[in-house]
């Protein structure tokens, strides 16, 4: 292989870094997938060996997330946003009132309340404007009356995540987890769906896997559009029309790579581990202001400001040239967002927190500043 570049470490919140060793075999399929002397984008997404990549998804997904067998894994055009439209249509008609609750603790999860609301009646419960904190949701809040529940488990903009999820009344809950899926250990049986964009944790942007509970099908609108029809896909095997092959061939090279990291229990340790190193040392600090609420800080953005928030800018000139790439906060929060998905090994963060030290020393004693 050609000289590839300099590998840096890649902070950014989507799409986000892969392992290096999935990256090279997505070249070789790209050329020459399991010997056909053809790449696995131009073959059918009939063929046989297309048609062993989709159930090896399924298998490998499945056994992953030890997923009970009254659920259904889809693979949906459109990435994750396109659910926000789509659960809607699909789950509107769940009760008679056609309508829902929905959690508001950050940016997606208040895009995901507008987009539904162009199909049913949407009800909100909100908390801390800031969203430094989340929501408390109690049971007494479910009407039960209610279609489904929808929560963003991990708010990738702010740094929250929640721990646990509410009870509801028997009411579905509904969950986007893009920038959390198999990060972390999650008894699926608690969800009525639980949906992610790939680009976070699990391949490339611009399609999402629905895991859906099958007693929920078989209600969407008359109007909804065949290719986000929860039942229709369920029977085509999510191929009603010309799946993103390329980005089924990634999300399997990614599943196979986590199974071989020991799966969601092994690298759930490893993301404690690594988001522990980067908040004991926000917190020893006084240079440095973690964002969030300890009570609910995410394993997966850590966000925080320089307390003098005019060297924010130098700060992430400097990270740059130190092969630390893309801290950049979401611009409604500003200062520095570290996103620290499944794939990003201990040794980078650590390489965060000796540059943060390093740029903080500096500071205080005025050497290397300009
Ligand atoms: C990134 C993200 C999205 C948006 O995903 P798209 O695939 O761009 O639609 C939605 N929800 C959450 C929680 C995200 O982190």
């Given at each position: 292989?050609?000289?590839?570049g300099k590998?840096v470490?890649?902070?950014g919140a ?7 060793s ?5 070249t ?7 010997g056909?002397?053809a790449?696995?984008?131009?073959i ?7 048609m062993?990549?989709?159930d090896s998804v399924q298998?490998?997904?499945r056994?992953?997330t030890?997923?009970?067998d009254?659920?259904e894994?889809?693979?949906?055009p ?5 659910q926000?439209?789509a ?9 008679p009132?056609?309508k829902?609750?929905?959690v508001?603790s950050?940016?997606?999860?208040q ?5 539904a ?5 949407v009800?909100t419960?909100?908390?801390d404007?800031?969203?430094?904190s989340?929501?408390?949701v109690r049971e007494?809040?479910?009407?039960p ?6 929560l963003?488990?991990?708010?990738t903009?702010?740094?929250t ?7 509801t ?6 969950v986007?987890a893009?920038?959390e899926?198999l990060?972390?250990?999650?008894d699926?049986?608690?969800f009525?769906m ?12 611009g399609?999402?896997?629905?895991v859906v509970?099958?007693d929920?099908l078989?209600h ?8 986000l029809?929860?039942?229709?896909q369920?029977?085509?095997g ?18 196979e790579w986590?199974?071989g990291?020991?799966?969601?229990a092994?690298v759930?340790e ?5 988001a522990k190193?980067?908040?004991?040392y926000?917190?020893a600090?006084t240079f440095?202001?973690?964002?969030c609420d ?6 997966m953005?850590v966000t ?5 928030e ?5 700060f ?13 906060g979401y ?9 620290i998905?499944n794939?990003?090994?201990l040794?980078g ?6 540059f943060?030290d390093d740029?903080?020393?500096?500071r205080?004693t005025g050497a290397?500043v300009p």
């Amino acid at each position: 292989m050609k000289n590839r570049g300099k590998r840096v470490f890649n902070f950014g919140a989507g799409p986000a870094m892969l392992p290096v060793s999935v990256l090279e075999r997505v070249t070789e399929g790209l050329i020459d997938f399991r010997g056909l002397g053809a790449g696995v984008i131009e073959i059918s997404h009939r063929s046989k060996p297309f048609m062993d990549l989709m159930d090896s998804v399924q298998h490998r997904f499945r056994a992953l997330t030890q997923l009970p067998d009254d659920y259904e894994v889809l693979l949906m055009p459109g990435g994750a946003r396109m659910q926000f439209a789509a659960l809607a249509m699909n789950f509107a008609r769940l009760k008679p009132q056609a309508k829902a609750k929905y959690v508001v603790s950050g940016s997606f999860s208040q895009h995901a309340a507008t987009e539904a609301s162009k199909y049913l009646h949407v009800e909100t419960i909100s908390g801390d404007p800031s969203f430094k904190s989340l929501p408390e949701v109690r049971e007494e809040q479910i009407d039960p009356a209610c279609s489904y529940v929808h929560l963003t488990s991990n708010n990738t903009v702010y740094g929250t995540t929640f721990s646990t999820f509410p009870a509801t009344r028997g009411v579905p809950l509904v969950v986007d987890a893009t920038s959390e899926i198999l990060s972390r250990p999650m008894d699926f049986s608690r969800f009525g769906m639980i949906y992610a964009g790939l680009q976070k944790n699990l391949g490339p942007s611009g399609m999402a896997v629905v895991v859906v509970k099958k007693d929920l099908l078989g209600h969407a609108l008359a109007e909804t559009p065949s290719l986000l029809d929860y039942q229709r896909q369920a029977a085509d095997g999510s191929l009603t029309n010309t799946i993103n092959t390329f980005a089924v061939f990634v999300l399997d090279l990614m599943l196979e790579w986590l199974q071989g990291e020991g799966g969601v229990a092994a690298v759930y340790e490893r993301n404690q581990q690594k988001a522990k190193l980067l908040y004991d040392y926000l917190d020893a600090s006084t240079f440095y202001q973690p964002y969030c609420d300890p009570s609910c800080r995410s394993l997966m953005n850590v966000t925080f400001h320089l307390s003098d928030e005019s060297a924010t800018e130098l700060f992430l000139a400097k990270a740059e040239q130190a092969g630390l790439y893309a801290l950049k906060g979401y611009r409604s929060v500003g200062g520095i967002r570290a996103s620290i998905y499944n794939p990003m090994p201990l040794e980078g963060v650590k390489a965060l927190v000796a540059f943060m030290d390093d740029f903080a020393k500096n500071r205080a004693t005025g050497a290397g500043v300009p």
